[in-house]
């Protein structure tokens, strides 16, 4: 009898997934797993060997060892076989023995990568040019959310449903003191979930400097406080983000125009503001730029998320205009001057003035200064990493993550596939799947989906049934006085699964998690209807849409169940 001592798992459910990639290994006759014991009990054929009982175990994410056997990698264990396999030897000059792993970026997908590879056994050097942290607690995500919100606090108290019992008090805005606030949490996050924990990990580098491959085995450094490094690597991921684009329209580059960076940081709310751009950075800070202050005009290149079903568009479109935000569709900037303090816009339509002007046209990769032919990896035509499902690149024993890669733009995407790929880097074997993956944009009402659209389900070959609820049919809007919006289920036909879900609602980014569990347990639209939802959530929503492809649900009593 074979015995494991398995660490990570979080409940009963866990045991069920090591069991069947136990019993997967050829050799393996039976195997009991124990989640409160924290160990598996195998028989096993003669001569299976142990690696593969262990790897299997750490391709799930959890780690494993042999009973009596040290936890850590040990001469004749997964990693050292794992090096044999790669012709690896201690090139890095990490010492003991140990796989040595490359990180350049120090962002979501960096860091947990970092961290999985440290927990896995190897030493880590990481390598940042820029501000530890990356995007999203920085620049993005984090300094964004909280301007989102203090904007969203300003609206309210100029115009809310219940102005007649609560009599509107216009606020005075003192952007330099919100920017104060914003970025004191800034710094507060970045030190306590990045640089704290690189400091108090024995088996993190870090080097602060610019990387650049010689091939595909090795990288140099150039330091930030001189001088350069060689590390040379077993395994490299490349994290290292993107940066926003800039759109070559003529005479841009001469002016002080703003991407979502300056924005973020500005402490001032210009009077007038342009916006170029019709997805999310651009709808978000738009509409935060207007609530704090400004006049706000949006120029689309088509019309706001045109990507997306456009029902999406059209509902964030009137809303943007109800508050008075201009929106240009189908409107393109043909020459940008500035002169005099203003921004001169050239479109089809005419010109327009703005005292500042936003361009979130998109992201690019950061990808142009790593030399990447050197090391063999290749990129698609925007100078994305192209990955498969296990983030592994085009050159063996480099793998990629995060928003300079093919897969989609989301820190919470670019974290789950740094996890998997020092998984992978360090001899398991798992995948990551985004076939469900939701999506938020943080506008008023906000946007959320998962899954497919009709229109994406219909070019891939699939037929579907949809129905579209519209918010005055979901008693907590009604509750709220706020009605604008709609949830819209898509099923494929036949199956009756529900495959795609779009919704625009205050806080639709809270209800869209649940959809997303529902297409990932393969749920039709009936199981849906008659699952249990709290009365007076939004998230409530999601069952009376399944339930209007049965009923008219205007015919039933609050909580019909």
């Not at 979901?474 to 706020?482: E, G, H, I, M, S």
Request: with cysteine; glycine share 10%.
């Amino acid at each position: 009898m074979t015995q494991l001592k398995i660490t990570g798992m979080t409940c009963e459910s866990c045991t069920t997934h090591v069991k069947q990639a136990l019993e997967n290994v050829p050799g393996v006759q039976s195997a009991e797993v124990s989640y409160a014991q924290g160990r598996a009990r195998l028989a096993v054929d003669a001569g299976t060997p142990s690696d593969a009982l262990i790897a299997a175990v750490t391709g799930l994410g959890y780690r494993a060892a042999l009973t009596g056997a040290p936890t850590g990698p040990a001469k004749g264990g997964l990693l050292d076989h794992v090096r044999e396999l790669g012709g690896g030897d201690d090139k890095a000059g990490t010492g003991g023995g140990a796989l040595s792993i490359a990180v350049i970026g120090s962002g979501g997908a960096a860091m947990a990568a970092a961290l999985k590879a440290v927990e896995q056994g190897a030493r880590v050097t990481l390598i940042e040019r820029g501000t530890i942290g990356g995007t999203c607690v920085n620049v993005g995500c984090v300094p964004s959310k909280i301007m989102i919100r203090a904007a969203h606090i300003a609206h309210l108290r100029r115009k809310s449903p219940f102005d007649a019992g609560l009599p509107p008090m216009p606020p005075s805005v003192l952007r330099d003191k919100l920017l104060v606030q914003q970025q004191a949490r800034v710094d507060e996050l970045r030190h306590a979930k990045y640089e704290s924990i690189l400091d108090s990990n024995p088996a993190i580098t870090v080097l602060r400097g610019e990387a650049r491959f010689n091939d595909g085995r090795s990288l140099t450094v150039q330091l930030h406080d001189g001088g350069e490094r060689t590390v040379s690597f077993d395994r490299c991921l490349v994290a290292t983000g993107a940066t926003p684009a800039v759109p070559p329209i003529p005479g841009l580059e001469d002016t002080p125009y703003w991407t979502s960076s300056e924005a973020l940081v500005s402490d001032t709310i210009p009077e007038r503001l342009a916006v170029v751009g019709s997805s999310v950075v651009a709808v978000e800070l738009a509409q935060a730029f207007a609530r704090l202050g400004s006049k706000v005009t949006i120029l689309a290149r088509s019309t706001l998320f045109f990507r997306e079903d456009p029902a999406i568009g059209e509902a964030i479109t009137a809303a943007f205009r109800a508050e008075g935000i201009k929106v240009l569709e189908h409107t393109q900037a043909s020459q940008i001057a500035h002169a005099n303090g203003e921004f001169v816009i050239t479109t089809s339509s005419g010109e327009l003035h703005a005292d500042q002007l936003l361009v979130a046209t998109g992201r690019a990769p950061n990808t142009r200064s790593l030399n990447l032919d050197a090391a063999g990896v290749a990129v698609n035509e925007q100078g994305a990493i192209v990955i498969d499902h296990g983030m592994r690149t085009s050159a063996q024993n480099i793998y990629a993550a995060g928003d300079c890669t093919d897969q989609p733009q989301f820190v919470y995407v670019a974290a789950a596939a740094g996890t998997r790929a020092a998984i992978n880097m360090t001899g398991g074997e798992t995948a990551l799947d985004l076939t469900a993956t939701p999506a938020v944009v943080f506008t008023d009402p906000q946007v959320a989906t998962v899954g497919v659209s009709e229109q994406e389900a219909h070019h891939a070959g699939i037929e579907t049934d949809s129905r579209t609820l519209t918010l005055d049919n979901v008693p907590r809007a009604l509750a709220n006085f706020d009605t604008h919006g709609f949830i819209k289920l898509v099923v494929e036909e036949g199956s009756r699964r529900l495959i795609g879900v779009q919704a625009v609602a205050p806080e639709a980014g809270e209800l869209i998690q649940a959809a997303a569990l529902a297409i990932r347990a393969r749920m039709t639209v009936e199981e849906l209807a008659d699952q249990l939802f709290p009365y007076l959530t939004m998230v409530e929503g999601l069952k009376l849409a399944a339930q209007t492809f049965h009923k008219d649900v205007k015919a039933l009593s609050c909580c019909a169940g």
